[in-house]
């Protein structure tokens, strides 16, 4: 079974009470319960993690690395924008990685059209509310299923 790590940032686990114009009314709860009945259907395992602490979060990437997860999705959240800590962290993987968002970062202020992380994704997936992590699992095992493909041609 493949392992896959994600990553919830800064104020996540805020959701339900932080702009619901924006993120809904899901709590962190209900989106890890969404993810966990995902992957289990996947038949991927995927841990989780929230840290409101920069520093925490680079800590859990390098544990990432060491315990060689197969894949990370991430919701950098406001760090999408500007931590080129978590940018060079992320780097160092060798494994695929999905940068997620609830809102579509691109129709927001300015600044939250830039990600310093997207450089380092496989891809992206931003705009789809709360589907934006059950789809992020879908991809992330349809990169596995390529994966094997191509080893076993």
């Keep these: 079974m493949k392992k896959v790590m994600m990553l919830h940032s800064v104020n996540h686990n805020m959701y339900g009470k932080r702009d619901p114009e924006q993120y809904g009314t ?9 993810i966990a009945e995902t992957a289990a259907k996947e038949n991927i395992q995927v841990d989780t993690f929230q840290t409101n602490h920069e520093g925490e979060m680079v800590d859990k990437i390098h544990e990432v690395f060491y315990e060689k997860y197969d894949g990370v999705i ?6 999408t924008h500007y931590s080129y800590a978590i940018h060079d962290a992320l780097e160092i993987l060798e494994c ?3 940068e997620v968002h609830m809102s579509n970062i691109f129709n927001r202020e300015d600044f939250r059209s830039h990600s310093v992380i ?3 994704a ?3 997936i931003a705009g789809m509310g709360e589907s934006a992590y059950t789809l992020a ?6 990169i596995f299923e390529r994966e094997e493909n ?3 041609n």
């Excluded at 709590?27 to 319960?33: A, E, F, R």
């Excluded at 699992?137 to 349809?142: D, G, I, N, Q």
Aim: a negative charge.
């Design 26 to 34: 899901i709590t962190l709860d209900g989106i890890n319960q969404l």
């Design 74 to 79: 991430i919701n950098p959240g406001a760090w």
């Design 96 to 98: 695929p990685i999905i």
């Design 118 to 120: 997207a450089p380092v």
């Design 122 to 124: 496989h891809g992206m």
């Design 137 to 142: 699992v879908k991809a992330m095992s349809e």
């Design 150 to 152: 191509e080893k076993n």
